[in-house]
């Protein structure tokens, strides 16, 4: 081939891949070039939930024809910011972040979120307008499930709408995203009106149990003046048309997953169909679980109760994830036992109906350290290197392992902390601006990096910082960034506290124990530790069943310690509603009323049941909570009960158990220092 024959060819290759790479874009315009129908928050509706026949019905001049509309949180903690750039509603997400609602920004607090819009058919342009933000935004075109191109807008500035016109081809989804943390409101969506025949529809409920009766409500559009003329649905999608009205009901009466047809047709186009797959669920089966405790030190006991709906009958259970089986319970009690750890827990439950099963995963859904945390709900925040102050009050002698604290930098930018405290018994709020009232007492190890503003970015001690029971100030000085707080509008300090520690906040100043003072203020951030226990609490034996047929166990949390606090945890998965609930404390493992122990309760009618311990002193009745119950106990400090051991049983009263009525727990031998 002649050397200018291959340049031309290398010439004409290079140019199709350069129309390739242009010939699907998006840019900005300053006016649409095609009819648009608009969505104005303001007449959406008043402030509240808001969901999509709300939109569609506000749209001018005629229904815009969404299919969706879904957000996914990228601000983590409410927002009360006003920029000024918001006059009257926005679409955004509630407080809580669970779900899309209207809100004024000047005057409540909302979640941001990237948007993703789902529009009622192909289409080559779009607009939207935004509040309470100035800058710009990420764009994304969707043609199904394929990206169709993607661009990044000038700033909004003051607001106002901006249109977008798609080159080389159409897209049936818009997803809007915004820096990370950054919050703002949807205030204008500017949708096409649509040329032709465009069939949807709703269901409600597309989910529950049989016999499931649902409530189809026709949805299509139609550039066709005259409008939909004939609908055709077959709810089974088997080939068999079952109703020919717009908005029918249908009842299924067996479990499984449903797929639904619906053909419209016009005098102008004639007919579409849609199919939805597997829009209707009959029984369906969604796993699910809770855990009590869910954070404490190693070894640490852990109830975990199946929380599934849809009628499960087997359970699998997968304690860190690592695809081996743990447990086939259905409320299985475990002991964690790696320290400082963060658990991801999986259950997979199956039923008749749905033999294939379904899963949950929750990650990092245990750990094994204490935790005790304020808030993140930051309003504010101080200068790189700035210092916040709060008080801590132990009951309890605990080793602090490091925290969890919000910075304002970006993800990844490495970050750090010192931790001073005063002389024990010294409040340090009141002194936070005399330097020598402060000694440094730990530091972090120096492997952090900020996991972004308003998350939790976890630090660890370089060593861990043992303290004793008492009152003590805290000062924690950033490095590399500031910290993140919540400045509050009423004085008085805010006190967060668990059983064995309180936190009371606080202040906060610009440069470490100098300059101008602001309060109150409460840091944003967790401790975490674990009780440096002298005593012991050792179990012994075993529970037997309750009216579930799960066993009764009985276990202890906390430092069996001279004035320190101790739980007396039992669970009881199965228990029934009115079920009761008593703890026997006893000096003796050996006899009780001249009786050999333990005692076999299986001639009375409690298979499986036997006492362990004497009975010296009874507490109770106390009611189950979901199957389990914890009884406080703050150890006296009197020398004499560490002279000898004692001995703890729950029992359990509950008709519905055997023939008795009565379950027994394991025991624990409770040795206090």
């Known amino acids: 081939m002649f050397p200018a024959r291959r340049l031309a060819l290398c010439a004409l290759v290079l140019a199709v891949l350069a129309g390739r790479a242009t010939a699907q874009a998006l840019v900005e315009v300053p006016t649409p070039s095609v009819a648009m129908n608009t969505i104005d928050m303001d007449q959406v509706g008043p402030s509240g939930a808001v969901d999509l026949a709300m939109l569609n019905a506000a749209a001018q001049p005629r229904s815009a024809g969404l299919l969706g509309f879904h957000f996914t949180p990228t601000l983590t903690s409410a927002s009360r910011y006003d920029s000024g750039l918001t006059n009257g509603r926005g679409l955004a997400l509630d407080p809580s972040g669970a779900a899309p609602a209207l809100v004024d920004p000047p005057r409540g607090s909302y979640r941001a979120g990237d948007l993703s819009i789902d529009l009622g058919g192909p289409s080559t342009e779009f607009g939207i307008g935004i509040g309470d933000y100035g800058g710009s935004l990420q764009l994304e075109l969707y043609a199904g499930a394929q990206l169709f191109a993607s661009a990044t807008s000038t700033a909004f500035g003051a607001g106002g709408a ?192 749905r033999p294939q099963g379904t899963s949950a995963v929750k990650r990092g859904y245990v750990r094994t350290i204490g935790e005790l945390p304020t808030l993140f709900a930051a309003n504010s925040g101080g200068a790189v290197g700035g210092a916040v102050y709060f008080d801590l009050e132990l009951r309890a002698p605990i080793a602090l392992y490091g925290l969890e604290t919000s910075f304002d930098a970006p993800v990844g930018t490495s970050v750090g902390l010192s931790l001073y405290l005063t002389s024990p018994g010294l409040s340090g709020l009141g002194v936070e601006t005399q330097p020598s009232a402060w000694s440094l007492a730990a530091q972090d190890d120096g492997a952090a990096s900020s996991a972004g503003l308003d998350a939790p970015t976890r630090l660890r001690f370089a060593q861990p910082l043992s303290l004793a029971p008492g009152r003590i100030g805290v000062a924690l000085v950033a490095r590399g960034d500031g910290h993140r707080y919540t400045a509050f509008a009423n004085p008085g300090p805010r006190r967060y506290e668990d059983a064995f520690l309180s936190i009371e906040a606080g202040s906060a100043t610009n440069a470490p124990f100098s300059g101008a003072l602001f309060a109150p203020r409460a840091w944003n951030g967790a401790l975490l530790y674990c009780l440096e226990c002298v005593g012991a609490a050792s179990p012994f034996g075993t529970g037997c069943a309750d009216a579930g047929g799960q066993t009764l166990a009985f276990y202890a949390h906390g430092c069996p310690d001279l004035g320190a606090p101790i739980g007396l945890g039992l669970s009881s998965p199965g228990a029934s509603p009115g079920a009761a609930a008593f703890f026997a404390m006893g000096l003796s493992d050996v006899d009780w009323l001249g009786l050999m122990l333990p005692i076999a309760l299986d001639p009375l009618g409690a298979p499986g049941c036997s006492v362990f311990s004497s009975h010296d002193l009874v507490l109770g009745p106390y009611g189950f909570v979901r199957g389990s119950l914890s009884l406080p106990v703050v150890v006296p400090l009197d020398g004499l009960l560490t002279a000898a051991p004692s001995f703890w049983q729950a029992y359990s009263f509950d008709p519905a158990q055997n023939a008795l009525g009565v379950a027994t727990s394991n025991a624990l031998r409770v040795d206090l220092r």
């Open 162 to 353: 901006k249109f977008f016109r798609a080159m080389g081809g159409r897209f049936d989804r818009v997803v809007v995203r915004a820096p990370l943390g950054s919050n703002w409101v949807l205030t204008e969506l500017h949708v096409p009106e649509l040329e032709g025949l465009f069939p949807r529809f709703q269901a409600a409920p597309p989910r529950g149990a049989a016999p499931l009766s649902v409530a189809f409500s026709d949805a299509s559009t139609t550039s066709d003046p005259a409008g939909i003329a004939t609908w055709a649905w077959d709810f089974e999608d088997d080939g068999i048309v079952d109703d020919q009205t717009p908005s029918p009901s249908f009842s299924y009466a067996a479990c499984g997953d449903y797929d639904v047809r619906l053909t419209v047709s016009d005098a102008l186009h004639g007919s579409a169909t849609l199919v939805r797959r597997g829009l209707i669920a009959v029984d369906p089966l969604d796993a699910d679980f809770e855990a009590e405790p869910r954070s404490g030190c190693a070894p640490l006991v852990v109830q975990l109760f199946d929380r599934s709906r849809g009628g499960a009958t087997a359970w699998e259970w997968d304690f860190d994830d690592d695809g081996v089986v743990d447990s086939v319970l259905q409320h299985p009690l475990h002991v964690f036992t790696g320290a400082d750890r963060l658990y991801d827990v999986r259950l997979r439950v199956t039923s008749a109906c």
